[in-house]
């Protein structure tokens, strides 16, 4: 009987330990997800036109690469960056030597050809009065004159050659073909150049543009401006006085690395300097019925623009898709997707799920005004 006993306490004890250890393994309920506060909008209608802006670069109309004529040493280079030059001002120098001979040869030879006509002319002269007398025949008379004509055309040739050498050794010194200044400079002293290879850049005094890319999407907003006197407005980054721009060109091409359109605006004569970087601004036009909301308040979802839109009634949040028209300065331009009164999360979008509770935030300082008040009205 004392062992039946024994048994049996030891089988409850076995169990009672079997349950201990059970419910110690067993994991703890999970903690409910806590009502998240959140800041919130209603939408409303509105209207904007908003503003583009683009960096930009102040150019020359009219920017020229010089290079000498023809191919040889450069011996010489009075020209540096940024530096004033003025019309016929001498750049740079090429080594002439073999060049000037050349020329002398030239001229060697049209001093030699113009000899040879000056003898051929005299002999046809004493051959016509022969004729005259009836010493010669009239066919000895064409044959002088013929070669009389073929040492003048060689004269004219030899003077026509000495003048291309001339021209050529006259090459060899490069000049500013208009008054600007060098914005550039690719080649220096010692460099043996080919034929017109660039040496300087040259940007001329006169009218200036503002350059800038636009994206394939602004193109057409920027054709349509095409001519209009004052349909951009540029301001420089020193903080000048904002200038009126019109739209000059728009490439026809996309610039095949970065895919964008130049768009050259003229400033005309404006006090800006050359390479200046300024902002242009395009005018939207204005819309109405669009909704403005925070940059907080936008998302992507899935490669789409969207919004956190809170249920009041279940006071959830679900996704709601939205299409961006543009941002205006801290805002986004919202075009579609959001009706007016309804509720949109503004901060702390990232951190929520499709249908997680929520609740409105409330400012701590509005709740403790909000319970004085109570307090006070009992």
């Known amino acids: 009987m004392y062992a039946d006993f024994s048994r049996r306490g030891w089988v409850a004890t076995l169990v009672c330990a079997a349950a201990v250890a059970v419910s110690a393994c067993s994991k703890p309920a999970p903690a409910p997800e806590p009502v998240r506060a959140v800041r919130t909008l209603i939408v409303a209608a509105d209207s904007a036109s908003g503003v583009r ?8 109309r009219t920017e020229s690469r010089l290079g000498f004529r023809v191919a040889g040493k450069m011996v010489q280079r009075t020209a540096e960056l940024g530096q004033q030059v003025r019309v016929g001002q001498v750049l ?5 030597t073999d060049l000037k001979l050349g020329q002398d ?16 002319a005299a002999e046809f002269k004493r051959y016509q009065e022969l004729r005259a007398q009836g010493f010669i025949s009239g066919l000895e008379l064409e044959r002088r004159e013929a070669a009389l004509k073929a040492q003048q055309a060689q004269r004219d040739q030899a003077l026509a050659q000495a003048g291309v050498q001339g021209n050529q050794a006259g090459y060899a010194v490069l000049t500013a073909p208009a008054a600007g200044v060098i914005t550039g400079v690719d080649a220096d002293v010692g460099a043996v150049l080919a034929f017109g290879a660039s040496v300087l850049r040259l940007a001329h005094d006169g009218p200036r543009d503002a350059v800038f890319a636009v994206p394939e999407d602004h193109l057409a907003g920027m054709r349509a401006r095409l001519g209009k006197p004052g349909a951009l407005k540029v301001r420089p980054w020193n903080g000048g006085a904002v200038l009126a721009a019109t739209v000059r060109e728009v490439a026809a091409a996309a610039d095949p690395v970065t895919r964008t359109y130049l768009v050259k605006a003229d400033l005309g004569k404006a006090a800006v300097q050359l390479g200046q970087t300024v902002t242009v601004l395009a005018d939207l036009p204005r819309r109405d019925g669009v909704v403005r909301l925070p940059l907080t308040a936008v998302m992507q979802q899935q490669g789409q623009t969207a919004v ?3 249920d009041p009634s279940r006071m ?3 996704v709601q898709p939205v299409v961006v028209a543009g941002a205006d300065g801290n805002t986004v331009v919202v075009a579609s997707g959001l009706s007016p009164g309804q509720v949109v999360v ?3 979008v990232h951190v929520l799920m499709p249908g997680q509770q929520v609740k409105y935030y409330v400012p701590p300082g509005a709740a403790a005004a909000a319970s004085a008040s109570t307090a006070a009205s009992r």
């Open 53 to 60: 802006e683009y960096a930009a670069e102040v150019r020359a």
């Open 308 to 310: 956190w839109v809170v």
């Open 316 to 318: 959830t949040v679900q």
């Open 346 to 348: 503004t901060a702390g």
């Open 92 to 96: 740079a120098r090429l080594d002439a």
């Open 105 to 120: 040869a030239a001229l060697a030879a049209s001093r030699a050809a113009q000899t040879n006509f000056e003898l051929a």
